[in-house]
């Protein structure tokens, strides 16, 4: 349910251009991404591939990249305007290329479907150069835990 003010849309947009080392996600502190842009349909966060993110051939740990994918949707679903916790179903994943280390990828996350209860969302991580590292998929779902019990 969208309100005329979205507090936590608000907040993640004063964090454009910021990295995201404070958010509620330890795991997505960790992968310590830069905002670049928000919106109640959309995100994009630019991470630099490191060398504790990838695997013993240095690129890029399918993992890593599967977390990338599960952080920037959730904190896109976050902000999306739901007053419930959602939590994600499913997620798969299509590894296409691979990211070096060193190398600066994009995570955008897309709001493809917003249900009463169920959110549909698909994002891809893309190199400088706009070549498809993966994509994904993946469905959220309602919980019965508001966020404002949760202090958000």
């Known amino acids: 349910m969208e309100?005329?003010?979205?507090?936590?849309l608000e907040f993640f947009k004063t964090q454009i251009g910021s990295v995201l080392d404070k958010t509620p996600s330890a795991a997505g502190n960790w992968?310590?991404?830069?905002?670049?842009?928000?919106?109640?349909?959309?995100?994009?966060?630019?991470?630099?591939?490191?060398p504790d993110m990838c695997n013993p051939g240095r690129i890029l740990h399918g993992g890593i990249s599967s977390l990338m994918l599960d952080d920037v949707i959730g904190m896109g679903n976050f902000v999306a305007g739901s007053e419930y916790l959602m939590?994600?179903?499913?997620?798969?994943?299509?590894?296409?290329?691979?990211a070096q280390v060193?190398?600066?990828?994009?995570?955008?996350?897309?709001l493809i479907r917003s249900g009463s209860n169920l959110n549909h969302w698909e994002s891809v991580i893309r190199k400088e150069s706009g070549k498809v590292v993966a994509?994904?998929?993946?469905?959220?779902?309602?919980?019965?835990?508001?966020?404002?019990?949760?202090?958000?």
Do not use: C, P, Q, W
Not at 31 to 49: A, F, N, Q, R, S
Not at 87 to 98: K, R
């Open 3 to 8: 309100s005329t003010t979205n507090s936590r």
């Open 102 to 110: 060193g190398e600066t990828v994009e995570v955008t996350a897309k």
């Open 87 to 98: 939590t994600s179903i499913n997620l798969s994943v299509d590894f296409l290329s691979a």
């Open 31 to 50: 992968l310590k991404g830069t905002l670049l842009e928000i919106d109640l349909h959309h995100i994009k966060v630019k991470y630099t591939v490191r």
């Open 135 to 152: 994509k994904a998929s993946s469905n959220l779902i309602k919980t019965h835990v508001k966020l404002s019990e949760l202090g958000f």
